[in-house]
């Protein structure tokens, strides 16, 4: 259920004196699910979906019993949650990750508010203390890679890497996000790139600053960034990406406020493209929730080709 490099880092991050390994999975909608007691007991009602580690089990092989017994739902990340809960009964160390579709038994997906409202009504204050926290908390963080991989370049505009572009796309590999210069982007459509014809002298490592769907939580196929939030994935681009980095310095305010306006609009978890097979660019660009109208293009980029119709696949 979990790649294997996922695995071991799962198991590096969770200390000894955890007794339970816990899951807070979060839809794309927002929605957070909760597990329903079918009898009070010790006075919690509602609570988050766990499980104790067994003797001889990794906590990653108790994680993945938690998916399948507790949660139901395929997640498709686990991010771990920097605070270990402790009881009278337990100490937990709670992953948050992406999920969707149908819930184990007693479990329910729930908007934030009303999660609180569920928890709220367990009497026992201990237990209810900890589970309002830990919704608080990850109502906070963000549990999907392409998310942060879009809130990375957000960071890297704070940095001042204003001229840094995503043109995402969908493919045979999932969805795919180059970050590339403002250079790079098409004047005809600024949500599409084409590398110029000095591109090739870039060094190797920069030629195709892509993020894949496919790579999950290890974004440009850094093996050590598995849990890493948008502002530490910023600085390892910068410090990993330096040609690409330096080309995108400098202010593009008009990109960067229409980047933020487009983070909001597609709040929590959503995703956008420009284009994807058998379907070319549109006057706006593709929301990934079904049934949505299309999201506003960015503004022109510099790259004058003469080719509105040009796919940015070929890279």
């Not at 309002?132 to 998310?147: G, K, N, V």
């Not at 949500?191 to 769907?213: I, K, N, T």
């Amino acid at each position: 259920m979990l790649p294997d490099a996922l695995r071991k880092d799962i198991d590096a991050v969770v200390s000894h004196g955890i007794t339970h390994i816990g899951f807070i999975a979060v839809s794309r909608r927002g929605e957070f699910l909760v597990r329903e007691r079918p009898k009070a007991s010790d006075g919690v009602l509602t609570t988050w979906p766990k499980l104790r580690i067994r003797p001889g089990e990794a906590p990653s092989q108790t994680l993945e019993r938690c998916l399948r017994e507790r949660v139901g739902s395929v997640a498709t990340s686990a991010y771990p949650i920097s605070t270990a809960w402790a009881t009278l009964y337990s100490t937990t160390l709670y992953f948050i990750g992406l999920a969707d579709g149908e819930a184990a038994e007693h479990a329910r997906w729930c908007s934030h508010a009303t999660a609180r409202r569920k928890i709220f009504l367990s009497w026992n204050p201990v237990s209810r203390r900890r589970d309002l926290a830990i919704l608080r908390t990850a109502a906070e963080q963000d549990a999907s890679p392409e998310r942060r991989v879009l809130l990375m370049l957000r960071e890297l505009h704070r940095l001042g890497y204003e001229r840094l572009r995503a043109t995402p796309s969908l493919g045979a590999e999932g969805w795919q996000c180059p970050v590339v210069p403002a250079s790079w982007a098409l004047a005809e459509h600024g949500g599409l790139f084409q590398m110029p014809e000095l591109a090739p002298r870039v060094p190797h490592e920069l030629v195709r600053p892509v993020y894949s769907s496919a790579t999950g939580q290890y974004p440009f196929g850094w093996d050590d960034a598995a849990f890493d939030p948008p502002a530490v994935l910023a600085r390892k681009f910068v410090d990993r990406a330096p040609s690409i980095a330096q080309l995108g310095r400098g202010k593009d305010a008009a990109y960067a406020r229409w980047f933020r306006d487009l983070l909001k609009q597609t709040a929590p978890a959503g995703l956008f493209y420009a284009t994807a097979e058998g379907t070319g660019p549109a006057d706006g660009l593709y929301p990934t929730e079904p049934n949505q109208p299309l999201l506003p293009l960015p503004p022109p980029g510099e790259l004058v080709t003469g080719r509105a119709d040009y796919y940015h696949a070929r890279r």
